[in-house]
């Protein structure tokens, strides 16, 4: 499945390159395959380890941004930007999912919600052609629920053994 989606993305590049009269640079083709072989959301640093481990391609760290940003204008790649950190995901075959991000800890799940789906889809936009979405729900994820909670017990067993030692 991903291989046929990683040679239609790959004709896009080649297409824009060749429109473009720009190089047909290996570099670029190698991120775009490294980009579409993670499953979910990368980081700058994510991507630079693939490359140079398993691709045995190291590359630069300008050449990676310039390349991402360009990958990004293609509508190849999204970038996201939780809390402190910046990842991106491909999203040739994905651009349309939610995001639940935990505001304690940061951590990120994706969701997908058909009901989401249908109220985009049917949303009335002005001069403009929807080709997807991206939407962040925030809140507390169980495990940081159940911190709190954990938390509140024990300041109140303080709060009860207070009066007694008095
Ligand atoms: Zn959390
Ligand atoms: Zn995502």
């Known amino acids: 499945m991903r291989e046929n989606v990683k040679a239609t993305v790959k004709n896009i590049l080649t297409g824009y390159l060749e429109l473009n009269q720009h190089r047909k640079t290996p570099e670029r083709f190698t991120i775009l395959d490294a980009v579409y072989s993670f499953s ?8 630079s380890d693939k ?13 990676l941004y ?4 360009l990958f990004v204008e293609l ?3 999204v970038r996201h930007r939780f809390q ?15 995001h639940q991000i935990c505001t304690m800890c940061g951590k990120v799940t994706e969701v997908k919600s058909p009901q989401v789906n249908e109220a985009i889809e049917s949303m009335p936009t002005r001069r403009f052609r929807k080709d997807g979405f991206t939407l962040y729900v925030y809140g507390i994820c ?12 024990t300041k109140n067993k303080k709060n009860i053994q207070k009066p007694n030692k008095k």
């Open 51 to 63: 490359l140079s481990i398993e691709y045995n391609f190291p590359v630069s760290r300008a050449t």
């Open 142 to 153: 169980s495990s940081c629920q159940a911190k709190l909670r954990r938390r509140a017990e």
């Open 75 to 77: 509508r190849l790649v």
């Open 40 to 47: 979910g959301h990368f980081s700058l640093e994510e991507l």
């Open 84 to 98: 402190s950190t910046t990842k991106y995901e491909a999203c040739y075959d994905n651009n349309s999912h939610c």
């Open 66 to 69: 310039n390349t991402l940003r």
